[in-house]
């Protein structure tokens, strides 16, 4: 069975940092582009950032860049989002997703078929 | 980035149709065939139903299509259904090499 699995999320001060965390199961991890999706309290979703099946490429939201950071183990089978100078704008549950293959080919753009329950991450002092 | 407009609410009774628009730029939707449709239930995690303007997933029911036209993408859903009530979101790529969502719009099943 194909599966995500997000951890790390909790309570943090502004200012502060956290590490979430996404572990995969069921597929061939490396043969796929991941991206993290985030979504606030009664509101919609947003597209946080996405990286490549090798690690290479990595792109932003501009709400996000130069705070956070995406990276990945292949090894592990684990996608990770460093957020730093955490704000509470930033306070939203957090969902690790799988953009689908097409023809042999995964880019973060495509829909997006898979996706974990969500951890939630909250900004406040 | 500006977020994609989508209508906040629609409505319709059981075995209508009704189509949810979500408009964007000629940066995003209109420059690209990478428009996706998702549905969200409360308290769940997004469910794709349309993949690249109006491709449909294994599983997904051909209630459910998609259509662009200039900077527009449309998601019909025919035949309506209690179950269709739900929050559903468009998203698109952008020419700065992201993605961007639509605000939301609520279907309430009347």
């Known amino acids: 069975e194909v599966q995500l699995l997000e951890s790390g999320g909790g309570l943090v001060q502004p200012g502060g940092s956290l590490r979430l965390s996404c572990a995969s199961s069921?597929?061939?991890?490396?043969?796929?582009?991941m991206s993290w999706v985030r979504q606030a309290p009664g509101k919609g979703l947003e597209w946080v950032s996405a990286?490549?099946?090798?690690?290479?490429?990595?792109y932003y939201a501009d709400s996000v860049k130069g705070r956070f950071s995406i990276s990945r183990d292949n090894s592990a089978n684990t996608l990770y989002l460093q957020m730093n100078s955490l704000r509470a704008e930033d306070t939203a549950i957090y969902y690790c997703?799988?953009?689908?293959?097409?023809?042999?080919?995964?880019?973060?753009?495509?829909?997006?078929?898979?996706w974990g329950q969500g951890t939630t991450v909250t900004v406040s002092s | 980035q500006s977020a994609l407009t989508q209508p906040a609410s629609v409505s319709g009774s059981p075995g209508q149709s009704i189509t949810i628009s979500c408009t964007g730029t000629?940066?995003?939707?209109?420059?690209?065939?990478?428009v996706s449709w998702y549905q969200q239930h409360p308290g769940k995690a997004p469910k794709l139903m349309i993949s690249?303007?109006?491709d449909r997933p294994s599983g997904v029911s051909d209630r459910f299509s998609g259509s662009k036209s200039d900077n527009t993408a449309s998601l019909t859903i025919s035949g309506l259904q209690a179950e269709d009530e739900a929050d559903y979101y468009c998203?698109?790529?952008?020419?700065?090499?992201?993605?961007?969502f639509g605000g939301g719009t609520k279907l309430t099943v009347l």
């Open positions: 997703a799988r953009p689908r293959v097409v023809a042999g080919r995964s880019y973060f753009y495509y829909g997006v078929d898979v």
């Open positions: 000629n940066g995003d939707v209109g420059a690209y065939d990478y």
């Open positions: 069921g597929f061939t991890f490396i043969n796929h582009a």
């Open positions: 990286i490549t099946g090798g690690g290479v490429s990595t």
């Open positions: 998203s698109s790529y952008t020419s700065t090499a992201t993605l961007v």
């Open positions: 690249d303007v109006s």
